[in-house]
């Protein structure tokens, strides 16, 4: 536990930008721990959070982040921007802390910060970075925020080790505080069910992924892996459903379905909205997810959030999050995920003691013990700053 002695008064920045449509899983984080943050302040604490008006967001509402002790700020200048890369984009803000979220960020800045990475995916597994540029930029751009920052959060001791491991002679505390599931992920209705299975023409049982199709998510050999259950299994009445983002420049999921005949057996139905995610979570049979590597890997946490039975990777993080509640197989093994996944559709008791364990599993993760934790960080680097310990 990380402690500090005084209190004077402070103000903490927070880098809000990445509350948009381009940052799913950041902008969630960041989200979701701003809503969070306010309550545990102590009462001379505050936070000042910087947004971007003109950043397409259709995903976050940002009415829930009203709280006396969070004023936000806004800030039309472009994350992406090289100057942003230099120093805050609004000079002279009051505070003694500033805490980005991603490791696009300025590497000059006159307070303290914290930066979180979420994963080291382009650097521990480059191969699945399109080009030798991207790599050496994204390489460039994380180490100069690990080195820019006074401390490093990260979500998972899985990627705290790829961090110590890529920078061994790095110098910077680099503490693990587990994100949580949003809280609109809870099992819903039976009608509200029927309304999202309607919405999306889904069959009343289906399997379900939820999540891009960047290469690191394994769809493929999810495919794979479902052509050997529907051969196993003639007739079988779940068809696979691949909701999320699907980037056009990874066709070959939809590829291998067709060469393997199955295309009919699996729905590729896209972008949901946020608010059907919940149900789509509760309606299904199985929640399965592949991935070769994940920081986090919230996505099965929100199912289990919502009472699914989840089968799972065993890869990187993943075990961490869904502990003992989910059933993991080899992610390199088509036949492996085939056969477990059956196992689970094929055993109504056992998908009932999942579903207890899921929501169990979820409920052991908050966003009030992450903005708990993520505020000690915040308290030691104003207390480092201030030439306490």
């Known amino acids: 536990m990380l402690n500090s002695n005084a209190h004077p008064r402070r103000k903490y920045y927070f880098d809000a930008r990445v509350i948009q449509d381009h940052f799913p899983g950041i902008g969630?984080?960041?989200?979701?721990?701003?809503?969070?943050?306010?309550d545990e302040l102590d009462e001379d604490e505050s936070i000042i959070a910087l947004f971007d008006p003109s950043a397409l967001n259709t995903?976050?509402?940002?009415?829930?982040?009203?709280?006396?002790k969070l004023e936000r700020i806004e800030c039309r200048a472009p994350l992406f921007h090289p100057a942003n890369l230099l120093r805050p984009p609004i000079a002279a803000l009051p505070a003694v802390v500033s805490?980005?979220?991603?490791?696009?960020?300025?590497?000059?800045?006159?307070?303290?910060?914290?930066?979180?990475?979420?994963?080291?995916?382009?650097?521990?597994?480059?191969?699945?970075?399109?080009?030798?540029?991207?790599?050496?930029?994204?390489?460039i751009l994380t180490a100069l925020a690990a080195h820019a920052s006074t401390m490093l959060i990260t979500v998972s001791e899985a990627s705290a080790r790829d961090i110590r491991h890529t920078w061994p002679r790095l110098r910077k505390p680099v503490i693990v505080i587990p994100e949580a599931a949003?809280?609109?992920?809870?099992?819903?209705?039976?009608?509200?069910?029927?309304?999202?299975?309607?919405?999306?023409?889904?069959?009343?049982?289906?399997?379900?992924?939820?999540?891009?199709?960047?290469?690191?998510?394994?769809?493929?050999?999810?495919?794979?892996?479902?052509?050997?259950?529907?051969?196993?299994?003639?007739?079988?009445?779940?068809?696979?459903?691949?909701?999320g983002h699907q980037d056009p420049r990874y066709p070959q999921a939809q590829d291998r379905a067709r060469t393997l005949g199955i295309a009919d057996r699996v729905h590729f139905i896209g972008e949901v909205r946020n608010d059907d995610m919940p149900a789509l979570y509760s309606a299904c049979a199985l929640f399965v997810f592949p991935s070769l590597y994940e920081g986090f890997g919230l996505t099965p946490l929100e199912a289990m959030a919502c009472g699914a039975p989840v089968a799972c990777s065993n890869a990187s993080s993943l075990p961490e999050v869904v502990g003992d509640a989910a059933l993991l197989f080899d992610p390199t093994r088509p036949e492996e995920i085939a056969a477990t996944c059956a196992r689970i559709l094929h055993d109504a008791t056992l998908r009932h003691q999942m579903h207890a364990a899921s929501l169990r599993q979820a409920a052991r993760f908050t966003w009030a013990k992450t903005a708990r934790r993520t505020l000690e960080v915040y308290r030691h680097v104003a207390a480092s700053a201030n030439g306490q310990r």
């Open 28 to 38: 969630r984080y960041a989200y979701n721990l701003l809503a969070a943050l306010p």
């Open 59 to 68: 995903r976050f509402d940002l009415n829930r982040l009203n709280h006396p």
């Open 99 to 139: 805490h980005y979220p991603y490791y696009v960020r300025p590497y000059i800045s006159p307070a303290h910060s914290v930066t979180t990475l979420h994963d080291l995916i382009p650097l521990a597994q480059p191969h699945f970075v399109p080009t030798a540029r991207d790599r050496l930029l994204i390489w």
């Open 182 to 243: 949003d809280p609109i992920f809870i099992p819903q209705s039976v009608e509200r069910c029927a309304m999202v299975r309607a919405k999306y023409n889904l069959p009343e049982r289906f399997v379900l992924y939820l999540a891009s199709n960047k290469p690191h998510k394994n769809l493929v050999r999810l495919i794979e892996a479902w052509a050997i259950l529907n051969a196993q299994r003639s007739g079988t009445a779940e068809v696979l459903v691949i909701a």
